[in-house]
């Protein structure tokens, strides 16, 4: 019994870690073509998602979809496709590879969401304006 568990464990494990990097590339060119085409038509998007709603406050979070962030991320996905690709030749034996796989997602989908984030990007090309006219705030 416990090593037909392990057999499909591992299976499904190096499904995940040589599927990975080819569906992130794809993901990534596929964001590629769509910052062009973005580009293209001139369009952008803000999207208000609502996380949680009270009586006395609600928290929700703002995500800007631009050729720039879209482009962003898509470069962002690229090298971590290529170091995922990477880290199957080089740790391949590991027994912790898994795990480096899902906190190489895990950092991928917070990078993303800096990039989409609405008010870390104002706050980015905010100071840059300012930087540009001169203007010193104290």
């Not at 952008?44 to 929700?60: C, D, F, P």
Request: hydrophobic letters at 55%; glycine letters at 0%; charged letters at 10%.
């Amino acid at each position: 019994m416990w090593p037909q568990i392990y057999i499909r464990i591992s299976i499904s494990k190096m499904i995940i870690i040589n599927i990975l990097p080819i569906i992130l590339i794809s993901s990534s060119l596929l964001l590629l073509f769509l910052s062009i085409f973005i580009i293209l038509i001139n369009i952008s998007y803000i999207i208000e998602w609502e996380l949680y709603a009270n009586l006395a406050y609600r928290i929700k979070l703002d995500l800007i979809l631009e050729w720039r962030t879209i482009l962003y991320s898509s470069i962002v996905i690229f090298i971590s496709s290529i170091v995922l690709k990477f880290s199957n030749q080089y740790i391949k034996n590991d027994k912790n590879n898994l795990r480096f796989t899902y906190i190489v997602l895990l950092f991928v989908a917070s990078i993303n969401l800096l990039i989409l984030w609405v008010n870390f990007y104002s706050y980015f090309f905010r100071q840059n304006e300012i930087i540009r006219l001169g203007i010193i705030i104290h």
